[in-house]
C-alpha cells in the first residue's frame, strides 16, 4: 500500500506539471535553454553542419535533469535479413519522476559507412544511444529549439560516428556561407522577439510559422518591434520592409530599424515609437474635472462657495447633507415663493 500511494502522489505532482499556464511554461524553458547553451558551448565536442548545431545524448541526458527526466533501455534486438545479421534496434523509454512520458526505437547497422567494419558490440550500443536520446527528444525538444539547437540527436545525422573527430579547418566555399554582415541573435530577439510554434516546436521570425506555414498555434513568449500596435501596413512596405526576410536580414538593417524605431538620445532623435505614443495620448479624449452636481448646488448663509474637487463620492454627499441639514438662511430664486428670506430651522420648513 506504501508503494502504491507514492506512485498515485507522482502522476499527482506530474499532473500539476503539466498545468501550468503557458506563460510560466515558457520562462523555466528559457531559463533551462540559458544554462544548457553555457554548458555546450565550453565543450570542445560539436556536431555543426551547414551552420546548424545538433546535441550528443549527453547533452539531451543534461537537458533531461533539468526537468527531472532520464532515459531508460528496455529492449534490445538483433536484425536479420536473409539470415545474416545486419545490425541491432533497440526501444528506450523517457522517465519523469518514475512515470514513462515518452519511447523511442532506433537502429544501427552494419550499411553505415562509419559502422560498417565495426565490431558488433559498438553497433549494439549506439543503438541503445540513438533510441534513449530520441527518447528525451521527443520531451524536450522545444527547450533545444529556444536554445538555438537543431532537436534531431548528433547521433541519427548519417555519417557520424562516436566519439566525434576533431573538425577540420573550414574550406573557403563553407566560410562563404556563414555571412558575417548578417544580423546578431540579440538584434533578430530586440525585432521579432520570442515566438514559438506550438505545433511543431519550431521559433519563428516574423508572423507564420516556416514549417507549418500557418500563423496559428504561435505563443509569443516576449514581444519584439514587430508586434506594437502602433506599426502599420504601410510601415512593413518601408522601414519594416526587410523583417519580413529574416534570413536575409543584416546587421545594418537592424540598426537602422532600432534607430528609426527607438531614436539615438546621443544624437537627440527622437524614435517613430515615442512620437506615435505621443499622438495617441493627445488623441484620447479628456476627462471632465467638474462635478456638475456640485456646480447646481447653492451655499447656505454668507453666499461662499463650496470646496471645488471633493476627494470621493463619500466626500461630496456628506458635503451635500450638511447643507441641507445645517440651519441658516434658506436662499429662494423663485421671488414668489412662500417665506423668502427668512431664517428658518429645517424642521420648520413647509412640506
Known amino acids: 500500500m506504501k508503494n502504491e500511494m507514492t506512485v498515485t502522489e507522482n502522476k499527482k505532482d506530474i499532473i500539476n506539471m503539466e498545468n501550468n499556464k503557458p506563460s510560466q511554461i515558457v520562462k523555466n524553458a ?13 565543450r570542445n565536442k560539436k556536431l555543426i553542419l551547414q551552420g546548424k548545431q545538433y546535441l550528443f545524448f549527453e547533452d539531451w541526458q543534461t537537458l533531461g535533469r533539468f526537468d527531472r527526466t532520464t532515459a531508460k533501455v528496455i529492449d534490445t534486438k538483433e536484425l536479420y535479413q536473409d539470415n545474416k545479421l545486419i545490425g541491432f534496434s533497440a526501444k528506450a523509454v523517457a522517465l519523469k519522476d518514475g512515470v514513462e512520458i ?107 510559422c516556416p514549417k507549418c506555414k500557418s500563423a496559428d498555434n504561435l505563443h509569443i513568449a516576449k514581444k519584439g518591434f514587430i508586434h506594437s500596435h502602433l506599426l502599420t501596413k504601410d510601415d512593413f512596405k518601408n522601414n519594416m520592409k526587410p523583417v519580413l526576410l529574416p534570413d536575409k536580414l543584416t546587421k545594418i538593417d537592424a540598426m537602422i530599424i532600432w534607430d528609426w524605431w527607438l531614436g539615438d538620445s546621443k544624437n537627440m532623435i527622437v524614435g517613430e515609437r515615442l512620437k506615435r505614443e505621443s499622438k495617441e495620448k493627445e ?41 441641507v441639514e445645517a440651519p441658516g438662511k434658506l436662499e429662494v430664486k423663485d421671488e414668489n415663493a412662500p417665506f423668502p428670506d427668512e431664517t428658518i430651522a429645517p424642521e420648520d420648513m413647509p412640506e
Open 30 to 42: 528559457m531559463e533551462a535553454a540559458k544554462e544548457l547553451q553555457g554548458i555546450v558551448g565550453s
Open 102 to 208: 515518452s519511447a523511442a526505437e532506433a537502429e544501427c547497422c552494419f550499411d553505415e559507412p562509419n559502422w560498417k567494419n565495426k565490431p558488433r558490440f559498438q553497433l549494439k550500443s549506439m543503438s541503445q544511444t540513438r533510441a534513449c536520446a530520441k527518447a528525451l527528444r521527443n520531451c524536450l525538444a522545444f527547450i533545444a529549439v529556444l536554445a538555438n539547437y537543431e532537436p534531431t540527436p548528433a547521433e541519427e545525422m548519417v555519417g557520424i560516428d562516436k566519439p566525434a573527430q576533431k573538425p577540420k579547418s573550414k574550406t573557403k566555399s563553407q566560410k562563404e556561407e556563414i555571412n558575417p554582415d548578417l544580423a546578431t541573435q540579440p538584434q533578430k530577439d530586440k525585432i521579432y522577439g520570442i515566438v514559438i510554434c506550438e505545433k511543431c516546436g519550431t521559433r519563428v521570425y516574423g508572423f507564420k
Open 283 to 323: 488623441a484620447k479624449p479628456k476627462k471632465k474635472t467638474e462635478d456638475k452636481f456640485m456646480k447646481n448646488v447653492y451655499s447656505i448663509g454668507d453666499d461662499a462657495p463650496l470646496e471645488s474637487k471633493p476627494i470621493n463620492k463619500a466626500e461630496k454627499i456628506k458635503k451635500a447633507r450638511e447643507i
